[in-house]
């Protein structure tokens, strides 16, 4: 059993219009921590009715909310804030519990997750329209942004706090209502945040959760509901590209972020500390569970062999284990499946070549983790150059010319994040401009923050989360024409 200060905020109920209540599908399912296989919790098993109750009360409850000033909005939305920070140890345990993290990183999450409440409450009060100077001396053109009306948000496991509030802030800031369908694996963390937003006087059925182990019926259900006017997924471009399908029957708007095959490419002239510093941050975060996770290290062939053998000390000093444990750096992944997905990538680049300097193999931790590790004289043929590892594995190719670390950095559908080590600054400004991903990380390993979009370009996605911009994906922008002036 989990030992909380506050025993009410793990919940194994579905939230829908304010009240916890039992799945309409009259089953059950457990939770299960990933570093020791025990089952947390057993959760309710929620379905398409469930999700059909749910927007109905979301459509209502809707109507006052958008009426209310932006003021009051942020105020509730701040005193959420402040209830997730004062539950933050709470929160944190029930995160690595459900997903395996280790508590300072699971820690981390949590402010940032709440961050994004913090700063979506202080966005409320800039959704702002215009007025457009007008061609026609009788008339007054003028635009107004209103809330998108009820918002399906989808959302993964590896950041279960969040993904939720990075999508859930902005909307009910908009003025919207949301409807969540966390990931199976790791329920509790969004339930817990719906708690916090109840007690922080968040009215009924504003922000509901319908969890269920059934994906593919309450994704149908909420892409087919004709009130749901948006959708906001965070998950893998395999379901994403179906999702954008279901809800083109209805013209939702779509936000997607989806999967990642970050570049992380290091120049000659790089300081090499600092990158191998970046390489740790980037690659071995969340056991490599991130969709802007380093997926390919590109190191001039001059620096290779120094780059490799840093990287390797480094890395080697990661301590693999049970999340909650103290001075763990690396938990599991987040199951066993996830772990052969892994080491089939491995075993593939070591066929055709690649060598492995350092882990690849299993562990006596448990068939839920995976060793750190980092393979050499990897090409674009091998299947790990293409697909994304989510795992805590290191590919590294050589490259000699910078028109080559390009071609190499762009040769994937994928365009979320990058990363350049380099000191030449014409050099930076080449390629910001020529890396095709929506989010480029110069001389720099962590890249995401609440102030700055977040997104992806190619098959990684479209709209942005967080920033000035991360609310115009929940408001419509209505032109009003005023004639006869
Ligand atoms: P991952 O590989 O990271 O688990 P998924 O895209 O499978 O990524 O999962 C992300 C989220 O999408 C989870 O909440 C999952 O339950 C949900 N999901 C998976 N398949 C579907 C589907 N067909 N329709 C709706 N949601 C789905």
Known sequence: MLSLNDPLLLKTQLFINGEWVDGGSGSSFPIVDPATGLQICEMTSGNKNDVNFAVHCAQNAMQKWRQTTAKNRAEILKHWYALVMENIDDLALILSAEQGKPIAEAKGEIQYGAAYIEWFAEEAKRVYGDIIPSNNANQRLLTIKQPIGVVAAITPWNFPNAMITRKVAPALAAGCAVVVKPAEATPLSALALAELARRAGLPKGLFSIVVGVDAIEIGKALTDHSLVRKL??????????????????????????????????????????????????????????????????????????????????????????????????????????????????????????????????????????????????????????????????????????????????????????????????????????????????????????????????????????????????????????????
């Not at 083109?248 to 972020?257: G, H, I, L, Q, R």
């Not at 350092?358 to 750190?372: I, R, S």
């Not at 670390?405 to 994937?412: H, Q």
């Not at 890249?447 to 967080?466: H, L, Q, Y």
Request: net charge negative; glycine share 10%; with cysteine.
């Open 232 to 485: 906001s997924f965070t998950g893998s471009t395999k379901v994403g590209k179906l999702l954008i399908k279901q809800c083109a029957d209805s013209v939702k708007k779509t936000s997607m972020e989806l999967g990642g095959n970050a570049p992380f490419i290091v120049f000659e002239d790089a300081d090499i500390d600092k990158a191998v510093q970046g390489a740790m941050a980037s690659k071995f975060r969340n056991a490599g569970q991130t969709c802007v996770c380093a997926n390919r290290f590109l190191v001039h062939s001059s620096i290779y062999q120094e780059f490799t053998d840093k990287f390797v000390e480094q890395a080697k000093k990661l301590k693999v284990g049970n999340g909650a444990k103290e001075n763990v750096t690396v938990g599991p992944l987040i199951n066993a499946s996830a772990v052969q997905n892994v080491h089939s990538l491995v075993l593939d680049a070591q066929k055709n070549g690649a060598i492995k300097v350092m882990g690849g193999e299993a562990t006596e931790l448990g068939e839920n983790f995976y060793l750190p590790t980092i393979l050499t004289h990897v090409t674009p043929a091998m299947r790990i150059f293409n697909e994304e590892i989510f795992g805590p594995v290191a590919p590294i190719v050589a490259f000699d010319t910078e028109e080559q670390a390009l071609e190499l950095a762009n040769a994937t559908e994928a365009g979320l994040a990058s990363y350049l080590y380099t000191q030449n600054y014409a050099r930076i400004w080449r390629f910001s401009e020529n890396l095709e991903n929506g989010i480029v990380g110069v001389n720099e390993g962590i890249i995401s923050s609440e102030v700055a979009p977040f997104g992806g370009i190619k098959e990684s996605g479209n709209g942005r989360e967080g920033s000035k911009y991360g609310i115009d994906d929940y408001v419509e922008i209505k032109y009003v024409c005023m004639g006869g002036i």
